[in-house]
């Protein structure tokens, strides 16, 4: 009767989560649900699965390599869909391209957060902490660096407070910050990766309002692509109206 009492105190958990944070708890909760599942270490449970929708996206490729000779997952936020993409399914699709694609050896991540949206790119953290946990310990050693690119201020918050509670400490201190994709080229060469246009568009705009990294729009309504010949005759046009009316008054 003591040793029951025991073995039920044992299996006795409670996780708590501030409301306050916008945490999805979802894969703290599931997780006891089914504690012997072993989908991720048999490449043949996904013989039947259809991830023909994903390819399609496109927002997860094996892609080239960095100078380190770590082969590269290319990853683009803006495509993305989450609202319409379960978490469970998203799991069983990045294990999918690990398992069916990627070689032997290191390998890293290029991130590209460029215009994500919260509400329609994000997963969410917990997700990516979620799934990375789940990867087995073999995988997580050969992941040696994320680059990230494009942060935003939101997201160097995130990361700077809840990036360390929540994300593994081995997998945080991979991250790697790259505001431009100039200084991405110091680690990846030229055109190991392929970078969408509108990647490279937003890099142009970062790179002439160098504010806007900061959430910081210096010219909101565009003054400064105004001809500046319009407002130079405007300005002579009011000093010739000016001294005409001191000769009247004269």
């Known amino acids: 009767m003591e040793n029951s009492t025991a073995n039920e105190e044992d299996d006795f958990s409670v996780f708590v989560l501030a409301s306050d944070l916008g945490v999805d708890a979802r894969p703290f909760l ?4 089914n504690p012997t599942e072993t989908w991720h270490d048999c ?3 996904f013989a039947d699965e259809d991830f023909s929708g994903f390819e399609a996206r496109d927002f997860f490729r094996l892609q080239g390599s960095d100078k380190s000779g770590n ?3 290319r990853i683009v936020g803006k495509y993305f869909p989450a609202p319409v993409i379960d978490s469970e399914r998203l799991k069983k699709y990045v294990f999918y391209k690990i398992y069916t694609e990627l070689p032997e050896g290191p390998f890293g991540i290029v991130y590209m957060h460029t215009t994500v949206q ?7 953290m917990t997700i990516l902490r979620w799934i990375y946990e789940d990867l087995p310990a073999e995988i997580k050693d050969r992941l040696q660096v994320v680059y990230f690119l494009h942060p935003g201020l939101r997201s160097r918050l995130a990361f700077a407070t809840l990036g360390r509670l929540f994300l593994s400490g081995n997998l945080y201190w991979k991250i790697k910050y790259v505001s431009r994709l100039q200084y991405l080229w110091d680690d990846v060469k030229k055109g190991e990766v392929e970078i969408p246009e509108f990647v490279k568009g937003h890099d142009d705009v970062l790179e002439n309002r160098p504010l806007t990294d900061y959430g910081i729009e210096p010219d909101p309504l565009k003054l400064t692509e105004l001809p500046s010949m319009s407002l130079s005759l405007g300005r002579y046009d009011y000093e010739e109206r000016w001294a005409s009316r001191e000769q009247r008054m004269y």
Do not use: A, T
């Open 30 to 33: 599931d997780s006891s649900e």
């Open 43 to 45: 490449p043949s449970y």
């Open 71 to 73: 082969r590269i997952f």
């Open 118 to 124: 919260k509400e329609d790119n994000s997963p969410g």
